[in-house]
């Protein structure tokens, strides 16, 4: 069975620091692997996927994620956050294109000035 | 593209009343959509998996009689939460996919129900 752990639910940069969101992924077959963000009351926004074509994935504001099969992972960074980048943030794998995604719990993203 | 929309946005209603949930597809034909249901500050829970013309898969632990879903359409799924109560007081996410055998989920804006 799929899972994926997000270790920390919350993580504090400050602003301009580097931003780095773990995520390591359980999978019995080649994993598809997304991230999300939430802003407050608010849906899911796709940040960017990985879909077995370049293991370095990048996507919207200027996040990146890095697939790495012998570690399992699939960690966010960004070089510089920004304060709007102040949200829940969660990592989600697909096995198939016949089941639902599989989330994490969420990591929450604070910005300090 | 891919844009999801829900409507209502927020709703509140009194205990015993039913609500529905709307979920369309703005741009594509989404022939599989979801629907979640999230707790303040957690992660998302899916309640059951909706494909145009057929019966809801539900997951484990949620009432089909008390969720009904239909997707009657290509751009369009409901959630009704019939005879509701607080505890079903919650934040409502559906996402769809663009294919079948697609891995993307697009997500909606969510409806915030909250049961008096």
């Known amino acids: 069975a799929q899972s994926v752990t997000q270790l920390g639910s919350h993580v504090s940069v400050s602003e301009g620091a580097l931003v780095l969101l773990r995520c390591n992924y359980s999978?019995?077959?080649?994993?598809?692997l997304f991230w999300y963000v939430q802003y407050p009351n608010q849906g899911l926004q796709l940040l960017l996927k990985?879909?077995?074509?370049?293991?370095l994935v990048k996507g919207i504001n200027g996040f990146e994620a890095e697939f790495k099969k012998s570690e399992t992972s699939f960690h966010l960074t960004k070089p510089s956050a920004h304060m709007s980048d102040a949200a829940e943030y969660f990592c989600?794998?697909?096995?198939?294109?016949?089941?639902?995604?599989?989330f994490g719990k969420g990591t929450r993203l604070s910005v300090i000035a | 593209g891919a844009v999801v929309s829900q409507h209502p946005s927020r709703v509140i209603c009194k205990s015993g009343t039913s609500v529905k949930i709307e979920c369309r597809s703005l741009d594509f034909q989404a022939t599989t959509m979801f629907w979640y249901r999230q707790f303040p500050k957690k992660s998302l829970m899916l309640m059951a998996t909706?494909?145009?013309?057929?019966?809801?898969?539900?997951e484990q632990g949620v009432e089909k009689d008390k969720f009904l879903i239909n997707h009657a359409s290509l751009t369009l799924s409901t959630l009704t939460v019939t005879s509701a109560h607080p505890e079903d007081s919650s934040f409502y996410i559906c996402s769809a996919r663009v294919a079948v055998g697609a891995y993307t989920q697009y997500f909606g804006p969510g409806t915030r129900l909250t049961v008096l």
């Open positions: 990985y879909t077995s074509a370049a293991t």
């Open positions: 999978s019995s077959v080649p994993p598809y």
């Open positions: 909706s494909n145009e013309g057929s019966k809801a898969t539900y």
């Open positions: 989600a794998v697909s096995e198939s294109g016949n089941t639902p995604l599989v």
